[in-house]
């Protein structure tokens, strides 16, 4: 196997494209080493995984795979040791390599899997890391001669037998122009001036990341791709450029046969030309650029009278649209003034044709006292007799007792009206379901609960007994639920209400009219109510008042 360099970082690659076993060196260790510990660095191979420790030199390479696999390390028996492409033999101590490699003591492992691939070959040239060279193909891919990878295994070991290892500060010997003035880092000894220099020094051991690469199967030589050595430089913008000939055309003759042969004859005395199938081509006025540029004006200005006529329709019918626009809301805002002003006029004869509030009686009885008031200074100021003003007067006093009777009957009609209108509400909303709200700011929940259930059951039994011109079967049905609904409670205004029940059925099985039953189902409608109205037998009822 030939060494590819005398990097360090190279032995992990070259060893990974497989090697034989060497043999270390017979020559025992001395006693005085071997009593000490080795300090040795392993690189798991293929996960770059790094452990330092201190291991006995006489313990065998195939002891201390069991040490670390019995530690947790990914070793098996079967990983294979390196140490500069040579593989470690399980049967040797540690100890016997000492003499060959330098302190501290680097083995790249390699499991099975990743030394069994690297021999599989299938020309002259195999390629390595095929799949890392399509990831990296950006990289240039170069190979090292053999002298370059001899030359290099040369220096590696003559770097081997100096063991010249780069200690950690060095003292460097400076000259200054005055001793009195020393800086703070600088430092005399023995009349020499010196600066101690802290040494910075990189881990050489750690593995390089490989790239690729190809090897020779005869020879066994290996080449890296020169990215895995060298850092890529960053190309220069190159600087934009302009010629001459960049803004010059150049032109080429080229001369051609056509299929079609074409000549032209002019007459002549011995010659005879075939006229007759010849036209005379007269040729069309000369235009020069005047003539042009004055055509082109004349079709510009035709063109611009089209388009000023083309806005000027469009806006004589913007503004014809705004004009009837404006003349339409002026209609709608007219007729609606009219509608708003014929309905304000039928509410306030409705105010007082059926009044049904308090303020529409008030309304009633100030025009009433303008009225009267009025007559009066007309009668006195008619300059009658005494008498016939008396009269006027008597007459006058018969009509306002009159008017102030129609009041007072349109004032107990709309006491009646509303009272059955607000009847009417209390029980919708006796049996509507309640409302509950969710969260703040949220909708609200209907829920129906056993007093709305109810409610609602008795406000439907009372709708049905006060529908009129009901068919004897459907009214009779009422009854009966009524019936049932009523006799569950054993009061005085229960047993009046299935007294009025059972009259109600005897009548009409007597087949008597529906004038005649008209108090009693009045009474009876008034009686039920009164049982709605009782918490103790519609508990919704204590929230509401009828």
Not at 281 to 298: F, G, V
Not at 411 to 423: G, H, I, P, S, V
Request: aromatic share 6%; hydrophobic share 30%; glycine share 4%.
């Amino acid at each position: 196997m030939t060494d590819c360099g005398n990097d360090p970082l190279d032995s992990q690659h070259d060893n990974e494209s497989g090697s034989a076993i060497a043999s270390p060196r017979d020559e025992p260790a001395d006693n005085d080493e071997s009593s000490e510990g080795m300090l040795v660095v392993f690189h798991i191979q293929p996960s770059g995984q790094q452990i330092t420790d201190i291991f006995d030199p006489e313990a065998s390479v195939g002891r201390i795979k069991q040490q670390l696999e019995a530690a947790g390390v990914p070793v098996s028996a079967l990983s294979h040791f390196f140490v500069d492409d040579m593989e470690l033999n399980d049967n040797h101590t540690l100890g016997s390599y000492r003499d060959q490699f330098p302190s501290p003591l680097t083995i790249v492992v390699n499991s099975p899997d990743n030394v069994s691939d690297t021999h599989h070959a299938h020309d002259n040239h195999e390629e390595l890391g095929a799949q890392n060279s399509e990831v990296h193909g950006d990289h240039t891919e170069e190979k090292m001669t053999e002298q370059a990878t001899e030359e290099a295994k040369q220096e590696q070991e003559q770097a081997k037998e100096t063991g010249y290892v780069m200690p950690d500060t060095i003292r460097v010997a400076v000259a200054v122009p005055s001793v009195d003035q020393l800086p703070p880092d600088m430092k005399q000894e023995d009349g020499q001036l010196y600066v101690v220099v802290k040494v910075i020094r990189e881990n050489l051991q750690r593995p390089k990341p490989f790239l690729g690469g190809f090897r020779n199967k005869k020879s066994g030589s290996i080449y890296h791709h020169a990215s895995c050595q060298t850092v890529r430089k960053n190309r220069i913008q190159a600087v934009t450029k302009f010629e001459r000939e960049t803004q010059t055309i150049s032109t080429v003759t080229r001369s051609q046969q056509t299929n079609r042969e074409a000549g032209t004859q002019m007459s002549r005395a011995d010659l005879f030309v075939d006229e007759s199938n010849d036209r005379m081509i007269t040729p069309r006025p000369y235009m020069d650029a005047k003539t042009l540029d004055k055509i082109k004006e004349q079709k510009a200005n035709s063109i611009q009278n089209f388009l000023r006529l083309c806005f000027a329709f469009r806006r004589v019918r913007q503004l014809q649209e705004q004009k009837d626009a404006a003349e339409q809301s002026k209609v709608s805002s007219s007729e609606s003034a009219e509608a708003t002003q014929a309905s304000d006029h039928q509410r306030q004869i409705q105010r007082r044709m059926q009044p049904r509030t308090k303020q529409d009686f008030q309304l009633l009885f100030k025009e009433l006292e303008a009225w009267r008031l009025h007559e009066t200074q007309r009668i006195k100021l008619s300059g009658g007799s005494p008498e016939e003003i008396q009269a006027q007067l008597a007459e006058l006093l018969a009509k306002e007792v009159k008017l102030l009777q129609t009041i007072d009957r349109l004032k107990l009609n709309a006491a009646k009206e509303n009272k059955q209108t607000r009847t009417k509400e209390t029980l919708e909303k006796m049996a509507s379901p309640q409302e509950w709200s969710v969260a703040a700011g949220e909708d609200h929940v209907e829920v129906e609960t056993p007093f709305t259930i109810r409610a609602k059951q008795l406000v439907e039994l009372y709708s049905g007994l006060c529908l009129p011109s009901l068919p004897r079967e459907q009214r009779v049905d009422v009854l009966l639920h009524v019936k049932q609904v009523v006799k569950e409670f054993d009061v005085e205004v229960t047993r009046e209400i299935l007294s009025l029940i059972q009259r109600e059925e005897d009548l009409l099985r007597r087949g008597r009219q529906e004038q005649s039953l008209t108090g009693l189902r009045k009474r009876l409608s008034n009686l039920f109510l009164q049982f709605i109205d009782t918490p103790e037998f519609n508990p919704e009822a204590a929230n509401y008042k009828l």
